[in-house]
């Protein structure tokens, strides 16, 4: 349904005086312009819709960084779970005859169970969730060297 002119428009009869189609579409950027008081105003307009979704961005990459930290947390739980199923020969309690028969049911290799329990020992957590555990623990085996 076509949009007649505000009143604001019309001439001194009361009929429009111009045709609707000489209007920019409302929400173009003519149309925007067109009803802001100046640049200034518009730039105003922009940046409050702006904040809500910078503070929202903000928010969710605070979640973000704590749930890396949470997961290195728990990548060095793991490792300290496993270093003291390991050092005590805990694994035999469980029904297992040798260690690596208890990594291959928790479906973690040999390679990496090592990785895991170097790092339990030597790597802070901030370390695991910025760099990784192959970073991490290239570090921590750089750094007994």
């Known amino acids: 349904m076509a ?52 503070a929202r961005a903000k928010r969710l990459l605070a979640r973000l960084r704590h749930a890396e930290l949470a997961r290195a947390r728990a990548i060095l739980e793991t490792g300290a779970c496993l270093r003291e199923l390991m050092a005590e020969r805990l694994w035999a309690n469980l029904g297992y005859a040798r260690f690596e028969e208890l990594l291959a049911a928790l479906g973690i290799g040999r390679s990496q169970a090592w990785k895991l329990m170097a790092l339990a020992e030597g790597a802070s957590a901030e370390r695991v969730a910025a760099l990784g555990v192959e970073g991490a623990y290239r570090e921590l085996r750089d750094a007994r060297r």
């Open 3 to 54: 949009r007649s002119p505000s009143p604001a428009t019309r001439g001194e009869t009361g009929a429009p005086s111009s045709s609707f189609l000489d209007y920019p579409a409302p929400m173009s950027p003519r149309w925007r312009l067109g009803n802001a008081i100046d640049g200034r105003d518009l730039r105003a307009q922009l940046e409050r819709r702006r904040r809500p979704r910078d």
